[in-house]
Nanobody, 120 residues
Framework: QVQLVESGGGLVQPGGSLRLSCTASGFTGTGYTFKDYAINWYRQAPGKERDLVAGNSREGITVYIDSVRGRFTLSRDNAQNTAYLQMSSLKPEDTALYYC?????????WGRGTQVTVST
């Protein structure tokens, strides 16, 4: 099966930076590969809904929510089957479990998340 594994989360002080990674595997035999999927990063804080943070289509269009625009950057390396979320100028309100999601047509896959905690 296609699997996504996030990494790079951790504890960081306000104003710090982190780079999250999402590595995909299991495409062999599916007829598709990583480059065929759009990428989305979501986050969910305790007691809150899971919200889209950034998304990147196969056409190369990237969108961000207002609260992270200018601070977060989504990128992808199709040769490495990996997506990234570079986060800078982190704020306490960025604290959440961050999820990687890939989608192709009606098919989608989720990682289990990586925790980001921004605190002194």
């Amino acid at each position: 099966q296609v699997q996504l594994v996030e990494s790079g989360g951790g504890l960081v002080q306000p104003g710090g930076s982190l780079r999250l990674s999402c590595t995909a595997s299991g495409f062999t035999g599916t007829g598709y590969t990583f480059k065929d999927y759009a990428i989305n990063w979501y986050r969910q804080a305790p007691g809150k809904e899971r919200d889209l943070v950034a998304g990147n289509s196969r056409e190369g269009i990237t969108v961000y929510i207002d609260s992270v625009r200018g601070r977060f950057t989504l990128s992808r390396d199709n040769a490495q089957n990996t997506a990234y979320l570079q986060m800078s100028s982190l704020k306490p309100e960025d604290t959440a479990l961050y999820y990687c999601n890939i989608r192709r047509d009606r098919n989608q896959f989720w990682g289990r998340g990586t925790q980001v905690t921004v605190s002194t």
